[in-house]
């Protein structure tokens, strides 16, 4: 099926470790973002990227980077993991970049990593 | 940065009642969306609003964004149980169309 891939589902890490959370669309959608998810804070925006080579920052980038080498994939580095960051990270993709047309159209989300940081 | 309020945070109903979900900015929005999320799972687009005193339906949900384009609500007629999920507000807006999403209402539908 047609959508937002996110790999791997669960993930435990260890203070100071490294990781990438991988991120796939097969939808040809020129927008996508990774946001985190914590209780009682929504979903929040960590990254976002309007096309390929293009990349910038959301509410909360600190302590992650990614890159955007094509238009199906959009990676999310943890440079090194400390608790702070366990969460729930959803990316997800829309049509339209940065064109007007593109406030009509929605978000498809994957499924979702759960890391936790010990 | 703009916020978006959303209340209540939890609302548990039984099955057959009616409610409102309240989804409010002092910041105007391009487009407003709601989106229901079930556990372990992400966000699933119900609708999208884009027009000031836009009212949509879908089924037995109602949705309506404000003349000003700052708020929103969802109304749901007749609860059932498969009604139960977290539901989000989303306001997309600012140069770039970033997305922001309410902190969601839980509800619960009880048999």
């Known amino acids: 099926n047609a959508g937002v891939t996110q790999t791997p589902k669960f993930q435990v890490l260890k203070t100071g470790q490294s990781m990438t959370l991988q991120c796939a669309q097969d939808m040809n959608h020129e927008y996508m973002s990774w946001y985190r998810q914590d209780p009682g804070m929504g979903l929040r925006l960590i990254h976002y990227?309007?096309?390929?080579?293009?990349?910038d920052q959301g509410e909360v980038p600190n302590g992650y980077n990614v890159s955007r080498s094509t238009t199906e994939d959009f990676p999310l580095r943890l440079l090194s993991a400390a608790p702070s960051q366990t969460s729930v990270y959803f990316c997800?993709?829309?049509?339209?970049?940065?064109?007007?047309?593109?406030?009509?159209?929605?978000?498809?989300f994957g499924s979702g990593t759960r890391l936790t940081v010990v | 940065t703009q916020l978006l309020e959303q209340s209540p945070q939890f609302l548990s109903i039984q099955e057959g009642e009616n409610l409102t979900v309240y989804c409010n900015s002092s910041s105007v929005f391009s487009s407003l969306q709601w989106y229901r999320q079930e556990p372990g799972e992400g966000p699933v687009l119900l609708v999208t609003v884009v027009t000031g005193g836009e009212v949509k339906k879908l089924k037995r949900l109602t949705f309506q964004f404000g003349d000003a384009r700052k708020d929103s609500s969802l109304h749901i007629t007749a609860a059932q149980p498969g009604d139960t999920g977290l539901y989000l507000c989303?306001?997309?807006?600012?140069?770039?169309?970033?997305?922001?999403f309410g902190k969601g209402t839980l509800l619960t539908v009880n048999p």
């Open positions: 989303a306001g997309l807006g600012g140069s770039n169309y970033k997305l922001t």
């Open positions: 997800a993709s829309r049509e339209g970049g940065l064109v007007l047309r593109a406030i009509n159209y929605g978000y498809t």
């Open positions: 990227s309007v096309g390929a080579g293009i990349t």
